[in-house]
T-cell receptor, first 114, second 112 residues
Framework: DAGVIQSPRHEVTEMGQEVTLRCKPI?????LFWYRQTMMRGLELLIY????????DSGMPEDRFSAKMPNASFSTLKIQPSEPRDSAVYFC????????????FGQGTRLTVV | QKEVEQNSGPLSVPEGAIASLNCTYS??????FFWYRQYSGKSPELIMS????GDKEDGRFTAQLNKASQYVSLLIRDSQPSDSATYLC????????????FGKGTRLHILP
């Protein structure tokens, strides 16, 4: 298995633009997690899905952020409009159970908003 | 008070010595504790988990938990240059629906 695949690996965008980050989980994994990592706040869970249904989005910072999982093999995290403070590394992870520590992480998307 | 606290480092340790990484947490109800290693530009990877007081050893790694002091540590014996990374401490409360909370990590530098 190729693991969790995220795209793009790097994204540079201007403030106010819409940004879409993509994630393909490991086949057969029912749980998908989106994390954000910054120097200031560390690694934070934004939202997680179970069987394509959002379960807990309490970590989503504000309404500018939205996440979808239209099918078992694809998820998106969208920021609209983007702001410089959204600059971070965004990780997607997937797991076969709700075992936080057993999730496999993707390589991340480094987002820079200028 | 931050939920999971770690010294940001960098912690410099000579090759072959023992590296000691520390983490404190605020929620006394926390039940599960984890250490992740994250190389620069890479994603976190789980290296140790511990659930009960005492020590847990896995190869060169030993995790230590003291719930009374709300303290968890990671010891790396015979440190190697390849151990140079950021180490993240993570904590989960009792309920399975509780989310994992990460510390900001400690940067470890093993000096050749």
């Amino acid at each position: 298995d190729a693991g969790v695949i995220q795209s793009p690996r790097h994204e540079v965008t201007e403030m106010g633009q819409e940004v879409t980050l993509r994630c393909k989980p490991i086949s057969g994994h029912d749980y998908l997690f989106w994390y954000r990592q910054t120097m200031m706040r560390g690694l934070e869970l934004l939202i997680y899905f179970n069987n394509n249904v959002p379960i807990d989005d309490s970590g989503m910072p504000e309404d500018r952020f939205s996440a979808k999982m239209p099918n078992a093999s694809f998820s998106t995290l969208k920021i609209q409009p983007s702001e410089p403070r959204d600059s971070a590394v965004y990780f997607c992870a997937s797991s076969s159970t709700l075992s936080w520590a057993e999730a496999f992480f993707g390589q991340g998307t480094r987002l820079t908003v200028v | 008070q931050k939920e999971v606290e770690q010294n940001s480092g960098p912690l410099s340790v000579p090759e072959g010595a023992i590296a000691s990484l520390n983490c404190t947490y605020s929620d006394r109800g926390s039940q599960s504790f984890f250490w992740y290693r994250q190389y620069s530009g890479k994603s976190p990877e789980l290296i140790m988990s511990i659930y009960s007081n005492g020590d847990k050893e896995d190869g060169r790694f030993t995790a230590q938990l003291n719930k009374a002091s709300q303290y968890v540590s990671l010891l790396i014996r015979d440190s190697q240059p390849s151990d140079s990374a950021t180490y993240l401490c993570a904590v989960i409360k009792e309920n399975r629906d509780d989310k994992i909370i990460f510390g900001k990590g400690t940067r470890l530098h093993i000096l050749p």
